[in-house]
């Protein structure tokens, strides 16, 4: 096939249109949400003083960090899906979870407490939490990279890692509302590491799924 | 150079709002400088520049399938260079050369700078005899036997949407055996 007839055919096929990469983003979420609650409520569940947790700032804090982790997420990997874009004018983003959390950590420091630091740290829940958060995250990835597969990503292997990035701060917010470890050292520590794990399989999963 | 990149955002503009034959001048317009650049890229590599329309039809295909990714409100130059740039080096990795490919080359390309094909192409040609049949006739058809969609559709009694649907896949499933080569 010449040139000239490949420009022909591509020609031939300008009425096709794709979805955009948001809406694909979001019905693939969507489509693999339903997984990641199975594993929620088959091996976890809410915990049982989840009406009383609610009145505790710091309970209501940890989702306010994991969903600003999602959606700063969300936004960077639609970002990143453009042939031309880099993280250097949307990465900053990223760092708006990791600034509440620093907010979240003095004003805990500031109060009174009853535990030490450590036990706050330490916790009871950091191996179930170190294992949830990654388990429910994989079908959200797996999710999310099938969604992204529409965009063009310069860097496969980075937007895979925003992608783990957002698929871990969604399955964190339900986990969540299970540990009944409050304090931020806590969730800086070990929703971290788990975060962590997550966004390092998107990145090796990515640098294949969305090479284009 | 302004005025040629200021033409291009225009013609895709059209072509995005359904205007088929704006999209194929800017296919036309564009190929002669993703030719010129391919053929720099490959000759700084040390490589025989005869391998360049390979890369050219790897460009445009990628330029076809990833069209919505492009904002219509951005200039299309920067957009088109940056695939271009990534499937230049994507085919100089494949043949084990590890270059810098600036964005420069492609933004360089003087106007009167039109390099006719050399060799003729064969990847994306071996590729199309691999596709599922009824994949592989419709673009057949259409491609190297230039009938039309309406045409394509009463030679193998299928519906024109039908056509359009296998010329699509076709040339997504084209693409993808491409990249996974």
């Not at chain 1, 339903?34 to 915990?47: N, T």
């Not at chain 1, 997420?73 to 760092?95: D, K, M, Q, T, Y």
């Not at chain 1, 965009?151 to 917010?173: D, E, H, I």
């Not at chain 2, 030719?35 to 005869?50: E, F, N, S």
Request: glycine letters at 6%.
């Amino acid at each position: 096939m010449d040139t000239d007839q490949l420009i022909r055919t591509l020609a031939a096929d300008n009425a096709y249109r794709a979805r955009p990469i948001g809406l694909a983003l979001m019905l693939a979420l969507l489509a693999a949400a339903p997984v990641s609650l199975l594993i929620f409520f088959a091996e976890l569940g809410v915990r049982p003083d989840v009406m009383t947790a609610m009145h505790n700032p710091f309970f209501d804090l940890k989702f306010a960090v994991t969903l600003a982790l999602a959606a700063s997420a969300i936004a960077v990997s639609l970002h990143l899906s453009r042939p031309e874009a880099s993280l250097r004018s949307f990465g900053w983003w990223l760092l708006i979870p990791a600034g509440i959390l620093v907010a979240a950590i003095s004003g805990e420091m500031m109060m009174p407490q009853r535990t030490p630091m450590m036990t706050r740290l330490i916790g009871k829940n950091s191996m179930a939490c170190m294992t949830a958060i990654p388990a429910m995250s994989l079908p959200l990835l797996v999710g999310a990279l099938y969604g992204l597969r529409q965009g063009a990503p310069a860097r496969p292997a980075v937007a895979g890692a925003v992608a783990g990035l957002l698929s871990a701060g969604l399955a964190a917010t339900v986990y969540a509302s299970h540990c009944t470890d409050d304090s931020p050292l806590f969730v800086a520590t070990w929703y971290t590491l788990a975060t962590a794990i997550v966004a390092s399989v998107g990145a090796l999963m990515g640098k294949r799924a969305l090479r284009y | 150079m302004r005025e040629r990149e200021d033409e291009w955002t225009d013609l895709m503009r059209s072509a995005i709002s359904g205007d088929d034959a704006a999209y194929h001048r800017l296919l036309k317009a564009i190929t002669p400088v993703l030719r010129a650049a391919a053929r720099r890229g490959l000759a700084r590599a040390g490589q025989p520049v005869d391998q360049s329309e390979d890369i050219v039809q790897d460009i445009l295909l990628a330029v076809h399938l990833k069209r919505q990714t492009w904002d219509t409100n951005a200039p299309f130059a920067p957009w088109l260079f940056a695939i271009a740039r990534n499937k230049l080096i994507d085919a100089l990795r494949r043949r084990g050369k590890r270059i810098f490919v600036n964005i420069d080359d492609f933004a360089e390309t003087l106007p009167g700078e039109t390099p006719e094909p050399t060799a003729s192409p064969g990847e994306v040609t071996a590729q199309l005899q691999a596709l599922p049949p009824r994949q592989r006739d419709v673009l057949q058809s259409i491609a190297v036997d230039s009938t039309s969609i309406k045409d394509t559709a009463a030679k193998f009694s299928m519906t024109e949407g039908a056509v359009r649907v296998a010329l699509h896949r076709g040339l997504a499933s084209l693409t993808e055996k491409l990249r996974d080569r």
